[in-house]
């Protein structure tokens, strides 16, 4: 599956700086959720989208973080005023249905690493 | 809230061996439950995954995986593993009503020696 595409796969920043992760879905999805992964604490839900809607975001931090899925174009998880711990692995995946209850499966990019200097 | 447990953050077996490992959820209603892989360098995977029907559901690379709603649990069984199945996995879960968010566990990172 290369269906998923995200962009940058890594991503490097300094205290301070914005961070813009962006997510192109597959071909007919329309909902699109973020995971943030750091060592040994799986993948934490942060935000689920369909396309002009924020559907569910209370994973994500009330500050600095933010996400949009606009009618045309990626999806965009923003990161303001980026501090040390915002590191980490952050997945985007899509599904083609509401909650992908057609077959159940989230289909997952490879990732964007972001490191804050 | 919905929230997945999966106990064993790192599983290291030779081939052949046997592979169990445990996740339970915590959630009030009824749930989809799912394992996902991810391979070393890879993006994650549907492993395989349980709606409603027959509890033991097979999936991908002989991999199964048993649920028991009395103990809120979905494990993953392989008889005999083998070096390829060195992986990084999620045991997830989403509830049948609501906004259908998914829940990850920590996931086990199994590792299988030649």
């Known amino acids: 599956n290369a269906g998923v595409m995200q962009n940058p796969r890594h991503l490097v920043r300094r205290r301070g700086q914005e961070a813009r992760l962006r997510c192109s879905p597959m071909k007919g999805h329309s909902h699109v959720y973020w995971y943030r992964q750091l060592p040994e604490e799986g993948l934490k839900f942060m935000v689920y989208?369909?396309?002009?809607?924020?559907?569910?975001e209370s994973g994500m931090p009330k500050e600095r973080f933010s996400a949009e899925f606009p009618k045309e174009g990626p999806s965009i998880l923003r990161i303001q005023q980026v501090v040390r711990g915002d590191s980490a692995a952050y997945f985007c995946?899509?599904?083609?249905?509401?909650?992908?209850?057609?077959?159940?499966?989230?289909?997952f990019g490879e990732g964007s690493r972001l490191t804050v200097l | 809230a919905q929230s997945v447990s999966q106990h064993n953050h790192h599983v290291i077996l030779s081939e052949a061996a046997s592979l169990e490992l445990g996740c339970n959820y915590s959630y009030g209603g009824t749930v989809n439950l799912f394992w996902y892989v991810q391979y070393p360098g890879q993006h994650l995977q549907l492993l395989l995954k349980?709606?409603?029907?027959?509890?033991l559901v097979k999936g991908i690379k002989g991999f199964e995986a048993e649920f028991i709603k009395s103990k809120f649990s979905f494990n993953l069984r392989k008889p005999s593993v083998q070096w390829s199945d060195t992986a990084e996995y999620f045991c997830?879960?989403?509830?049948?009503?609501?906004?259908?968010?998914?829940?990850f566990g920590t996931g086990t990172r199994l590792k299988v020696l030649a």
């Open positions: 997830a879960v989403t509830a049948t009503s609501g906004t259908y968010k998914y829940i």
């Open positions: 995946a899509s599904s083609p249905s509401f909650s992908g209850f057609d077959t159940g499966e989230l289909f």
């Open positions: 349980y709606f409603s029907g027959d509890p």
């Open positions: 989208l369909q396309k002009e809607n924020i559907i569910d």
